[in-house]
């Protein structure tokens, strides 16, 4: 059966902006029953340009409402990359009668006549669920009297010290700051010189605990990585495990060698984790930018560029002597996801038949799979087209080859193969694939090994197939759930998009 796509690519469960371009998740907080998420939003066309913070909230981080434009340039400059935290204890003395909502963001400011570029760190702070914001009247409140690149302000509660922390970018390296208020800032440490990856300049960084099963917890520092256009994989994200004693991060001895990276597709930059979730939730939540700087500003949808990932709930995992992060779709997305098949011990033919009358946009496909055996899934399928997220058994390989996936000369880089190795599989391999028109997110192994990529389908599609060179049952479980019931994604004025 036949499905007329449209050339819509917008997904119904990731959130995309209601028209223009969007980049960074910025801002993301949780407060009073709200998931707030701001992101870099340039309000008047589709490509980058003057930034401003763009505002949508979610009860369940699927559907999300998109508001009005939260902070907008003004005479310190654009409003780059930031955080945002929840004041309980009015140590800025915005908040004399209930506890409310401070950003930490970066002012940037380009000096016309000679280019000269600033940037510096600044304050706003809203008392009413970040419906309404002033910019702080002392603004800026930090510098750095040489760094050029000195962006993206992650701020967190420090218990043990009653202080705030603040991570930032430096360029090749990230600086660690404290403060009793978030207005005076004292230098702490600075972190990265011989670690990790430099093929970018460092972007967005986070820092924050992670329970771990023996009890206590690891420390884990993500660090975004520019663009460099001699790097096939663009913009990406790497990711250090340690501990941190309030001042110093101390990085885990592998932490020290080759980079470790969060993602082994090419759309998810510039992630960030959540503050203040309750902490009987206490889920450490975290959502991307799903693009690439590569070719963010020539991706071919219509009215408005930008995506998010699918939230995500971060774990760590110890594996071979050293801790690794572990990934997997937010548990609500269980809510909303309807079956519509469900097979085992099955063929590759036999599930191909099955799939060929489903005629699904936006859905979820979870797999167990016989690891003998090359097998892939064909998605978003057209005539002569589709993405494959496949196993290679010979290299012990899951991949996403997104080389035939529809529009892809956009940028020479776009198409192409993207894989991750998984070894030491002791079973078949689990696969959840979230598909949602434009995107294909694996989570391979219960998250061990994630690749997020986009995909632009170029016209009529056919759903989804499996491919694979044994007649054997290749596939030990398959389940396919709808993931478009029940979600809408409402827009600034409350109607469905
Ligand atoms: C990362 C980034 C940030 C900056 C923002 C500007 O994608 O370059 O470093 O704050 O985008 O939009």
Not at 130 to 142: C, F, S
Not at 291 to 297: D, E, F, L, V
Not at 427 to 455: C, K, W, Y
Not at 485 to 493: E, P
Request: net charge negative.
């Amino acid at each position: 059966m036949t499905t007329m796509h449209t050339q819509n690519y917008r997904g119904t469960y990731h959130f995309s902006p209601r028209e223009n371009w969007m980049n960074d998740p910025n801002g993301m907080v949780y407060f009073q029953g709200e998931y707030h998420l701001f992101f870099q939003y340039h309000p008047f066309g589709m490509t980058w340009g003057p930034m401003h913070w763009g505002h949508a909230v979610s009860k369940d981080l699927l559907t999300w409402e998109e508001l009005p434009v939260a902070l907008e340039p003004d005479e310190h400059g654009t409003i780059f990359s930031g955080s945002a935290v929840v004041d309980w204890n009015n140590t800025t003395g915005f908040f004399e009668e209930e506890p409310g909502l401070v950003a930490i963001f970066t002012h940037h400011k380009e000096l016309p006549d000679t280019g000269k570029v600033t940037q510096y760190q600044s304050l706003a702070f809203s008392k009413d669920k970040g419906r309404t914001w002033m910019k702080y009247e002392g603004n800026p409140v930090l510098r750095h009297e040489s760094y050029v690149d000195f962006r993206d302000p992650k701020v967190f509660w420090h218990e043990p010290f009653s202080q705030w922390v603040m991570i930032i970018a430096c360029g090749q390296t990230v600086c660690l700051y404290r403060s009793p208020n978030l207005k005076e800032w004292t230098f702490a440490s600075e972190f990265g010189q011989g670690m990790g990856s430099h093929d970018g300049v460092w972007e967005c960084p986070d820092l924050f605990p992670l329970p771990t099963k023996a009890g206590g917890s690891k420390w884990v520092m993500i660090v975004s990585i520019g663009d460099n256009p001699e790097c096939v994989e663009g913009s990406r994200i790497q990711y250090f495990t340690g501990e941190f004693d309030g001042e110093r991060f101390v990085p885990d001895a592998r932490s020290k060698g080759e980079a470790r990276w969060l993602d082994y597709g090419r759309d998810n930059y510039a992630g960030v984790t959540w503050s203040d979730i309750p902490d009987e939730d206490g889920r450490r939540l975290f959502i991307g930018w799903m693009s690439n700087w590569k070719y963010a500003n020539l991706t071919p949808t219509e009215g408005y560029r930008g995506a998010m990932t699918a939230p995500r709930e971060l774990q760590l995992e110890q594996w071979n002597g050293e801790w690794r992060l572990i990934q997997q779709p937010v548990r609500e997305i269980t809510k909303v996801q309807k079956e519509v098949l469900s097979l085992s011990q099955t063929t590759a033919s036999e599930a191909s038949a099955k799939l060929s009358s489903l005629q699904l946009e936006s859905y979820e496909i979870h797999a167990r799979i016989y690891t003998a055996h090359d097998i892939g899934f064909r998605l978003q399928t057209g005539s002569d087209e589709g993405a494959i997220v496949g196993w290679n058994r010979t290299e012990a390989k899951v991949y996403v080859d997104r080389s035939r996936s529809g529009i892809t000369n956009f940028h020479p880089d776009f198409p192409g193969v993207h894989s991750a190795s998984l070894t030491g599989l002791t079973g078949p391999l689990e696969l959840r694939i979230l598909v949602d028109r434009s995107s294909v997110e694996v989570f391979a192994d219960e998250g061990r090994v994630v690749i997020t990529d986009l995909i632009y389908p170029s016209g009529v599609t056919t759903g989804v197939s499996v491919i694979a060179e044994s007649e054997q049952p290749v596939i030990e479980s398959l389940a396919v759930y709808d993931l478009s019931a029940g979600i809408q994604t409402v827009s600034m004025t409350g109607k469905e998009k």
